[in-house]
C-alpha cells in the first residue's frame, strides 16, 4: 500500500465532500442534535428545582448513581443514557459519503480513468474508505469531548467524569472507528447492486437498526450506560460484520469486476 | 510498440475477443474499426492493463501483460469513451488529480497541467468546475489527463467526439505529433473519415480482426484497381478499345461517354506506362485518377453490416 496514492485519493475525495453542502450538513446535523438535547436537558435541570413526583419516575435509573444528589444522578442519567446515539453518527455518515462517492464515481463513469493509473485498487479503496469515514471519527470524537466538557461546565464537573468514563473512551477509540469501516465497506458493497445513493442508504440503513435498538433496550432496561464487556463484544460483533461484507464484497477490490461492475 | 499475439477475453459464457494479432509500432497510429461490441473497448482495456486476457499474451514496450500490468499502466495514457471528470473538480483539479496517480508532484506537476490545459485550449477555463463544461469541453480535460504524464503508449477512445470542427482539427494535429514523437498510438472510432485520416494502419474488427492494412490497401480490398481516363479531342474513347486488349498489363476497360475506365493489378506502376501508349497512339488526355471504394464500403463489406445505422460517417 503505497501512502502517496492514498492521500491522492483522500485529498480528491475531501476536495469533493466539502463542495457538497448537504452531505456536510448531513455530517453535522445528527451530531449537534444527539448532542443539544441531553444538553438541554441537564441544563434544564440545572436552572429548575427537580419535582420530587418526576424524581419519582425516574428513581429506578438513578439507582445507577449511588451517594450523589438526586439532581445531579439525574443529570448524569441523562448525559450517559443518549451517549448511545453518538454510535449512530458512525454508522449513519460513512455509509452516506461511500454511497455518495461510489456511485457519483459510476454514474460519472470517472473508476475506469483511475483504474488505469498505477494506483492499486486497495490503494483506492482506502482513500475513499478514510475520507468516508474521517468526517464521522472527528465529528463523532469532536461532539463526544464538547458534550464532556460543556455539560460539566454548566452543571457539574462530576459530570465530565461520567462521559469521559474508561469504556466510553475504550468505545470512543475502538467502536467509533469500527462501526465507520463497517459502514463505508457496507455503503460500497450495496452501491454496486443500486443506481442511486438514496436507495443504497435505505438498503444500508440496517446497520443502524442494531444501534437503535440498543439503546432502546438500554433505555427502558434501566441501564444508564454500557460496560466495559459490552462495548468489547460491541466490538467483536462488528469486527466480524466488517470480516463478513469483506467476504460478500470480496470483488470489489479486483480492477475487472470494478470495471464491469461499476464502471 | 505493442505486440499482440492470440489475445482473448471470454466474460462468463460471452467471448468478446479471439485470436486477436497485431502489432503497433513506434511512432505509428493504428485504428481498430467496428461496429458497437465488436470488442474495441475490450481490446483496449486489456492492452491498458485494466483487464487480464483469458488467453494469449501481449506486450507493450516491452512489459508483458499479466505481471508487467502496473508498469504497462504507468507508461499507457487511454482516453476512456467517457471522460469521466470528477465534477466537483475544477479542470485543473483534475488533472492535477491524475498527475499525482501517475507519481508527478511539484512544479513538474503544474508545469505539466499548464501546458496540456494550453495544447487542449483550456487554459481560461482551467479553475471552472467540469459540472459547468460542455461536452467538447469535458473532451478536451479528458484528452490532457491522457497525455499529463508523457505516456509511450496512447488509446484514444472517439478522440474527436463532441468537438466542433475546429477543434477536432486540433486534437489531430497533435495526435499527429505525438506520432512524430515516437508514441504508439491506438485509435478506436466509428468514423471511418477521421480513420482515414488519421491512422497509418486500420484493423476491421468484429469479435476479431478481420483486415489490417493502410486505408488505401483497405479501400482497394477486394477488387481490381480502377484508373479513369478523362479524353477530349477527335478521337474518342471507343478508339482506344484494341489498344487497351493489347497492353499486358490491362486486365479490363470499358468505354464511357468521354472516359476509359481501365482495370490494372498495381496502379502505381502501371498507371505511368498505360498513359504513356495512349498518349504514343494519339489521344489527348486531360485527367487520370485511380478509381477505388470508399473506406465505408469496404467497411461494411467487411463486417457485413450494409444498411446498419450506427456508422457514424
Given at each position: 500500500?503505497r501512502?502517496?496514492?492514498?492521500l491522492?485519493?483522500?485529498?480528491?475525495?475531501?476536495?469533493?465532500?466539502?463542495?457538497n453542502?448537504?452531505l456536510l450538513?448531513?455530517?453535522?446535523?445528527?451530531?449537534?442534535?444527539?448532542?443539544?438535547?441531553?444538553?438541554?436537558?441537564?441544563?434544564?435541570?440545572?436552572a429548575?428545582?427537580l419535582?420530587?413526583?418526576?424524581?419519582?419516575?425516574?428513581?429506578?435509573y438513578?439507582?445507577?448513581f449511588?451517594?450523589i444528589?438526586a439532581?445531579?444522578?439525574a443529570?448524569?442519567?441523562?448525559?450517559t443514557?443518549?451517549?448511545?446515539?453518538?454510535?449512530?453518527?458512525?454508522?449513519?455518515v460513512?455509509?452516506?459519503?461511500?454511497?455518495?462517492?461510489v456511485?457519483?464515481?459510476?454514474?460519472?463513469?470517472?473508476?475506469?480513468p483511475?483504474?488505469?493509473?498505477?494506483?492499486?485498487?486497495?490503494?483506492?479503496?482506502?482513500?475513499?474508505?478514510?475520507?468516508?469515514?474521517?468526517?464521522?471519527?472527528?465529528?463523532?470524537?469532536?461532539?463526544?469531548?464538547g458534550?464532556?466538557?460543556?455539560?460539566g461546565?454548566?452543571?457539574?464537573?462530576?459530570?465530565?467524569?461520567?462521559?469521559?468514563?474508561?469504556?466510553w473512551?475504550?468505545?470512543?477509540?475502538?467502536?467509533?472507528p469500527?462501526?465507520?469501516?463497517?459502514?463505508?465497506?457496507?455503503?460500497?458493497?450495496?452501491s454496486?447492486?443500486?443506481?442511486?445513493?438514496?436507495?443504497?442508504?435505505?438498503?444500508?440503513?440496517f446497520?443502524?437498526?442494531?444501534?437503535i435498538?440498543?439503546?432502546?433496550?438500554?433505555?427502558?432496561?434501566?441501564q444508564?450506560?454500557?460496560?466495559m464487556?459490552?462495548?468489547?463484544i460491541?466490538?467483536?460483533?462488528?469486527?466480524?460484520l466488517i470480516?463478513?461484507?469483506?467476504?460478500?464484497?470480496?470483488?470489489?477490490?479486483?480492477?475487472?469486476?470494478?470495471?464491469?461492475?461499476?464502471? | 510498440?505493442?505486440?499482440?499475439d492470440?489475445?482473448?477475453?471470454?466474460?462468463k459464457?460471452?467471448?468478446?475477443?479471439?485470436?486477436?494479432?497485431?502489432?503497433?509500432g513506434?511512432?505509428?497510429i493504428?485504428?481498430?474499426?467496428?461496429?458497437?461490441?465488436?470488442?474495441k473497448?475490450?481490446?483496449?482495456?486489456?492492452?491498458?492493463?485494466l483487464?487480464?486476457p483469458?488467453?494469449?499474451?501481449?506486450?507493450?514496450?516491452?512489459?508483458?501483460l499479466g505481471?508487467?500490468s502496473?508498469?504497462?499502466?504507468?507508461?499507457?495514457?487511454?482516453?476512456?469513451e467517457?471522460?469521466?471528470?470528477h465534477?466537483?473538480?475544477?479542470?485543473?483539479?483534475?488533472?492535477?488529480?491524475?498527475?499525482?496517480?501517475?507519481g508527478?508532484?511539484?512544479s513538474?506537476?503544474?508545469?505539466a497541467?499548464d501546458?496540456?490545459?494550453?495544447?487542449?485550449?483550456?487554459?481560461?477555463?482551467?479553475?471552472?468546475r467540469?459540472?459547468?463544461f460542455?461536452?467538447?469541453?469535458?473532451?478536451?480535460?479528458?484528452?490532457?489527463?491522457a497525455?499529463?504524464h508523457?505516456?509511450?503508449?496512447?488509446?484514444?477512445?472517439?478522440?474527436?467526439?463532441?468537438l466542433?470542427?475546429?477543434?477536432?482539427?486540433?486534437?489531430?494535429?497533435?495526435?499527429?505529433t505525438?506520432?512524430?514523437?515516437?508514441?504508439?498510438i491506438?485509435?478506436?472510432?466509428?468514423?471511418?473519415?477521421?480513420a482515414e485520416?488519421?491512422?497509418?494502419?486500420?484493423?476491421i474488427?468484429r469479435?476479431?480482426?478481420?483486415?489490417?492494412?493502410?486505408?488505401?490497401g483497405?479501400?482497394?480490398?477486394?477488387?481490381?484497381?480502377t484508373?479513369?481516363?478523362?479524353?477530349?479531342g477527335?478521337?474518342?474513347?471507343?478508339s482506344?478499345?484494341?489498344?487497351?486488349?493489347?497492353?499486358?498489363?490491362?486486365?479490363?476497360?470499358?468505354?464511357?461517354?468521354?472516359?476509359?475506365?481501365?482495370?490494372?493489378?498495381d496502379?502505381?506502376?502501371e498507371?505511368?506506362?498505360?498513359v504513356?501508349?495512349?498518349?504514343?497512339?494519339?489521344?489527348?488526355?486531360?485527367?487520370?485518377?485511380?478509381?477505388?471504394?470508399?473506406?465505408?464500403?469496404?467497411?461494411?463489406?467487411?463486417?457485413?453490416e450494409?444498411?446498419?445505422?450506427?456508422?457514424?460517417?
Amino acid at each position: 500500500m503505497r501512502l502517496g496514492y492514498v492521500l491522492a485519493v483522500f485529498a480528491k475525495e475531501w476536495r469533493d465532500l466539502l463542495s457538497n453542502r448537504l452531505l456536510l450538513g448531513a455530517v453535522a446535523f445528527p451530531a449537534l442534535v444527539f448532542a443539544a438535547i441531553p444538553t438541554g436537558l441537564v441544563a434544564f435541570i440545572q436552572a429548575h428545582d427537580l419535582d420530587p413526583n418526576q424524581m419519582g419516575q425516574i428513581q429506578q435509573y438513578i439507582a445507577n448513581f449511588p451517594n450523589i444528589p438526586a439532581k445531579l444522578a439525574a443529570q448524569g442519567f441523562i448525559v450517559t443514557n443518549f451517549m448511545a446515539y453518538f454510535l449512530l453518527i458512525p454508522a449513519m455518515v460513512p455509509m452516506a459519503i461511500a454511497t455518495q462517492s461510489v456511485i457519483g464515481e459510476k454514474v460519472a463513469r470517472s473508476l475506469e480513468p483511475q483504474l488505469a493509473t498505477p494506483m492499486e485498487v486497495p490503494e483506492l479503496l482506502a482513500g475513499k474508505t478514510i475520507a468516508a469515514a474521517l468526517p464521522a471519527v472527528t465529528a463523532t470524537w469532536g461532539v463526544f469531548v464538547g458534550y464532556g466538557l460543556i455539560n460539566g461546565a454548566i452543571a457539574d464537573p462530576r459530570l465530565t467524569r461520567f462521559v469521559f468514563s474508561d469504556v466510553w473512551l475504550t468505545a470512543m477509540a475502538t467502536l467509533v472507528p469500527l462501526i465507520c469501516l463497517f459502514s463505508v465497506l457496507l455503503g460500497i458493497v450495496v452501491s454496486s447492486r443500486v443506481g442511486d445513493p438514496r436507495t443504497a442508504q435505505q438498503i444500508g440503513g440496517f446497520v443502524v437498526l442494531p444501534i437503535i435498538a440498543v439503546a432502546v433496550a438500554q433505555f427502558f432496561g434501566g441501564q444508564a450506560t454500557f460496560n466495559m464487556q459490552q462495548v468489547l463484544i460491541g466490538d467483536l460483533l462488528v469486527g466480524g460484520l466488517i470480516g463478513l461484507t469483506l467476504l460478500i464484497g470480496s470483488w470489489a477490490f479486483d480492477r475487472e469486476s470494478i470495471l464491469t461492475r461499476l464502471a | 510498440m505493442i505486440v499482440v499475439d492470440g489475445l482473448r477475453k471470454d466474460f462468463k459464457k460471452l467471448t468478446a475477443v479471439h485470436d486477436m494479432s497485431f502489432t503497433v509500432g513506434d511512432g505509428e497510429i493504428f485504428g481498430l474499426l467496428g461496429p458497437n461490441g465488436a470488442g474495441k473497448t475490450t481490446t483496449v482495456r486489456m492492452l491498458a492493463g485494466l483487464i487480464s486476457p483469458t488467453a494469449g499474451r501481449a506486450t507493450v514496450n516491452g512489459h508483458a501483460l499479466g505481471e508487467g500490468s502496473q508498469r504497462i499502466r504507468a507508461i499507457t495514457g487511454i482516453l476512456t469513451e467517457s471522460p469521466g471528470l470528477h465534477e466537483k473538480l475544477t479542470a485543473r483539479q483534475n488533472l492535477a488529480y491524475y498527475g499525482r496517480l501517475y507519481g508527478m508532484r511539484g512544479s513538474q506537476l503544474r508545469k505539466a497541467v499548464d501546458r496540456y490545459l494550453g495544447v487542449v485550449e483550456m487554459s481560461e477555463h482551467a479553475d471552472r468546475r467540469v459540472i459547468g463544461f460542455s461536452k467538447g469541453m469535458r473532451q478536451k480535460v479528458a484528452i490532457a489527463r491522457a497525455l499529463l504524464h508523457e505516456p509511450e503508449v496512447i488509446y484514444l477512445d472517439e478522440p474527436t467526439s463532441g468537438l466542433d470542427p475546429s477543434a477536432a482539427k486540433t486534437v489531430r494535429d497533435f495526435v499527429a505529433t505525438l506520432r512524430s514523437l515516437g508514441r504508439s498510438i491506438v485509435v478506436c472510432t466509428h468514423n471511418l473519415d477521421e480513420a482515414e485520416r488519421l491512422c497509418d494502419r486500420i484493423g476491421i474488427m468484429r469479435g476479431t480482426l478481420l483486415r489490417v492494412d493502410t486505408p488505401a490497401g483497405l479501400r482497394r480490398h477486394g477488387r481490381e484497381a480502377t484508373v479513369r481516363i478523362e479524353l477530349n479531342g477527335a478521337r474518342g474513347p471507343e478508339s482506344f478499345v484494341d489498344l487497351m486488349a493489347s497492353l499486358p498489363f490491362v486486365t479490363g476497360a470499358q468505354v464511357q461517354p468521354g472516359a476509359l475506365l481501365v482495370e490494372l493489378a498495381d496502379p502505381p506502376h502501371e498507371t505511368p506506362d498505360l498513359v504513356n501508349s495512349l498518349v504514343g497512339a494519339g489521344a489527348r488526355i486531360t485527367s487520370v485518377r485511380e478509381e477505388s471504394a470508399t473506406l465505408e464500403e469496404v467497411y461494411l463489406q467487411l463486417v457485413g453490416e450494409i444498411g446498419e445505422r450506427d456508422v457514424d460517417r
